[in-house]
C-alpha cells in the first residue's frame, strides 16, 4: 500500500526566510510519479510540480526547488526567500503508473504561514 | 488556460437528501476523479473513472455514491442519502493520458454541508 508523511504539521516563518517541507513516501511500485499540490486559503488544490521515479534530477522554478532522493524515500520542497503569499497547506502526494488513471495518496499536509 | 470547473461553490443539505455535484473537466482529459477532504484533514481519493467507467474506488465510495457522465462535458458525484460525515469539500479532478504522466488538475471544490 502506498503512504506519504508530512512530518511537519505547520511552520512558520518571516518573510525572506527560507523553508523546506519533507515528504517520506512508501510504494512498492518501481515505477511511480510524485506531486506536490498548494491549497492556498481559497481552498482550491494548485498543481506546482510532478516528478517521475526514474528520474532523480533536482528541479528548480523561480523561488521553489524540490529534491528527489529514491536512496531515502523523500521529496523534500524549499520555497526560498519566502513571501507572505506562500502561506498556503502544502500537500505532497504519490501515485503509482496505472494503463487507466491513478488515484493521488496525499500526505497530511504542511501549513506555512509566512509573516511579514 | 483551461481549467476545471465545479458547482455549486457551496451545498446545504438535510440528513438523508439526495446531492448532485457537478464538475466540467478539461474538454481534452479522458480521465476524471472523485476526492473529498473533510476539514483540516487530508485529501482522500474517492473514485476514478475512465472511458464511461469506474476504473478504481477507494473503501469510502460505498452504494450511497455514484458517478456518472451523463454527457460529452460534465461529470457528476451523487451522493443517495447524505449523512452527517459527509460534510466535506468534494474536488473534482482531471488528466490526461499516461504519457503525461497522470497529472491531475483540481477544481475549486464544492464544500458540502450535511445538517
Known amino acids: 500500500a502506498q503512504k506519504v508523511t508530512q512530518a511537519q504539521t505547520e511552520i512558520s516563518v518571516v518573510e525572506k526566510e527560507d523553508v523546506t517541507l519533507d515528504c517520506v513516501y512508501e510504494t512498492r511500485d518501481t515505477t511511480y510519479y510524485l506531486f506536490w499540490y498548494k491549497q492556498p486559503p481559497s481552498g482550491e488544490l494548485v498543481f506546482l510540480i510532478r516528478r517521475n521515479s526514474f528520474d532523480e534530477q533536482n528541479e528548480i522554478s523561480g523561488r521553489y526547488s524540490w529534491n528527489f532522493q529514491k536512496s531515502t524515500s523523500s521529496f523534500n520542497f524549499t520555497i526560498t526567500a519566502s513571501q507572505v503569499v506562500d502561506s498556503a497547506v502544502y500537500f505532497c502526494a504519490l501515485s503509482e503508473y496505472k494503463a487507466a488513471g491513478n488515484k493521488l495518496t496525499f500526505g497530511g499536509g504542511t501549513r506555512v504561514l509566512v509573516k511579514p | 488556460e483551461p481549467e476545471v470547473t465545479q458547482t455549486p461553490s457551496h451545498q446545504v443539505t438535510q440528513m438523508g437528501q439526495e446531492v448532485i455535484l457537478r464538475c466540467v473537466p478539461i474538454s481534452n482529459h479522458l480521465y476524471f476523479y472523485w476526492y473529498r477532504q473533510i476539514l483540516g484533514q487530508k485529501v482522500e481519493f474517492l473514485v476514478s473513472?475512465?472511458?464511461?467507467?469506474?476504473?478504481?474506488k477507494s473503501e469510502i465510495f460505498d452504494d450511497q455514491f455514484s458517478v456518472e457522465r451523463p454527457d460529452g462535458s460534465n461529470f457528476t458525484l451523487k451522493i443517495r442519502s447524505t449523512k452527517l460525515e459527509d460534510s466535506a469539500m468534494y474536488f473534482c479532478?482531471?488528466?490526461?493520458?499516461?504519457?503525461?504522466?497522470?497529472?491531475?488538475?483540481f477544481g475549486p471544490g464544492t464544500r458540502l454541508t450535511v445538517l
Open positions: 473513472f475512465y472511458n464511461n467507467e469506474i476504473s478504481e
Open positions: 479532478a482531471s488528466s490526461e493520458e499516461a504519457n503525461s504522466g497522470y497529472t491531475q488538475y
